[in-house]
């Protein structure tokens, strides 16, 4: 998980692992419509699939000597 792909994917797969799967359960016990579930949960997958790229990219500083 070094590249952009990676993360991007980490962060689906997290998404849909996760938030998706909580989020329709509760929706669909609630009876809310299909619309709200998309809505929430597409504020979901983009936040971890941002969160996944920024982690696959992030590089440690090296330390001078």
């Known amino acids: 998980m070094k590249d952009v792909k990676g993360g991007a994917q980490s962060g689906f797969w997290s998404w849909l692992g996760f938030s998706a799967t909580s989020?329709?359960?509760?929706?669909s016990f609630a009876l809310r419509p299909i619309g709200l579930f998309i809505i929430d949960a597409?504020?979901?997958?983009?936040?971890l699939v941002i969160g996944g790229i920024i982690l696959a990219v992030w590089r440690k500083k090296e330390t001078a000597v």
């Open 23 to 27: 989020l329709y359960v509760s929706y």
């Open 42 to 47: 597409g504020y979901w997958l983009v936040g």
